[in-house]
Structures are given as C-alpha cells and as structure tokens.
C-alpha cells in the first residue's frame, strides 16, 4: 500500500494544486463562485427529485404521495435555481442571515441570563450581538453574505490544497528502497 502511495505523489500534489487554484479564483470571484456551486446543488436536487418521484411511482401507501410531492417540490426549486441563480443566491443568504440573527439574539439573551451565575457571561452576550449584528448586515446587503461565503471557501480550498501539495510532495521524497530518487 505505501509503495502504491508514494508512486502515486502526483495524485494529492496535483489535486493540491487544483484546490488552491479553485480557492483563488474563489476568493478572486465570489459571485462566480457561488453561481457555479449553485448549479451543482440545482443539479443534486434535479437528482434528488427525481429519485423521490421515482420512488412514490415504484412504492404504494400513504406516504408515497408526499415523497412523490416532496421530489416535486425538490424539481421545481431546483429549476428555479437554475433559471434566477443570483436571486436562488440571494434568496439562501438572506435565510443564513435570518438564522445568524435568530442565533445571535439567543445567545445574546442567554449570556445576559447566566448574569448572576457566572462571571463568564459576557463573553455570549458580546459574541450574541455581533452575530445578530453581522445577521442584519447580510439581510440588508445579501451579496455581502454570498462574497463573504465565497472567499471563506476559497480560503479552506487554499489551506486544504495547500495541504495535499505537501503531502504529495513529501510522498515523492520517500519512494521505497529501488525507486528512491538518486542524489
């Protein structure tokens, strides 16, 4: 196994390599990025609908008709996704920005609640605000959100491609007894 691993260097050294190309233009272009990651996921939920449509046409019961109306519903938003990316784009940020600023307000409260038990609570109550802050920032400026999102994919691409390159990289160094490259 480790002789196939280190013959095979190239494998996780190139597809480092790729990964820290895709986490620039990532980071370069953020609405392109989150485009084309939105076509893949209207591409999956295509998949996805008509494996559960398929499903309630094969099965019999009650329940086939909601896993024959859910692949439906799974199609119809994935054909949406495909016809207006940008607001599909818009439309999911401004759910994570809805959720941060639910979260965050919680947090906030809970940390205010824990006031007399601890000395500790600020710390929730100040991370609570920001996150509902940073919340309302992405309900109000959404394609903030979707750029915001795009570079810190393209930031874990960088690092993880960054990674495998290494890794690759040092498998080259350490063929097995014949192979080793000469000095």
């Keep these: 196994m480790f002789s196939f691993l280190s013959r095979s ?6 597809s480092g ?5 895709f986490g620039l233009l990532a980071i370069i272009m953020p609405g392109t990025t989150i485009s084309l990651l939105l076509m893949l ?4 939920l295509i998949v996805q609908g008509a494996g559960l449509v398929w499903s309630a046409y094969k099965s019999e019961g009650p329940g086939s ?3 024959g109306a859910t692949g439906v519903v799974l199609i119809v938003f994935a054909i949406w996704t495909l016809a207006a990316t940008d607001s599909a784009a818009e439309l999911l940020v401004t759910i994570m ?4 600023l639910a979260i965050g307000v919680a947090t906030a409260l809970a940390g205010y609640g824990i006031r007399n038990r601890t000395d500790q609570w600020t710390l929730p109550l100040i991370g609570g605000i920001i996150m509902a802050l940073a919340g309302i920032l992405v309900i109000i400026k959404p394609w903030t959100g979707v750029a915001a999102i795009a570079i810190t994919i393209g930031v874990g691409a960088i690092l993880w491609g960054g990674l495998m390159a290494s890794i690759g990289w040092s498998l080259k160094s350490i063929l097995p007894g ?6």
Excluded: N, S
């Excluded at 390599?17 to 190309?21: E, L, Q, T």
């Excluded at 920005?97 to 941060?100: D, L, P, R, S």
């Design 65 to 67: 008709i909601a896993l």
């Design 41 to 44: 996921f209207a591409i999956f």
């Design 9 to 14: 260097w190239w494998l996780p050294f190139a």
């Design 178 to 183: 014949d192979e080793a490259p000469r000095k």
């Design 97 to 100: 920005g809805i959720w941060a």
């Design 17 to 21: 390599i790729a990964a820290i190309i």
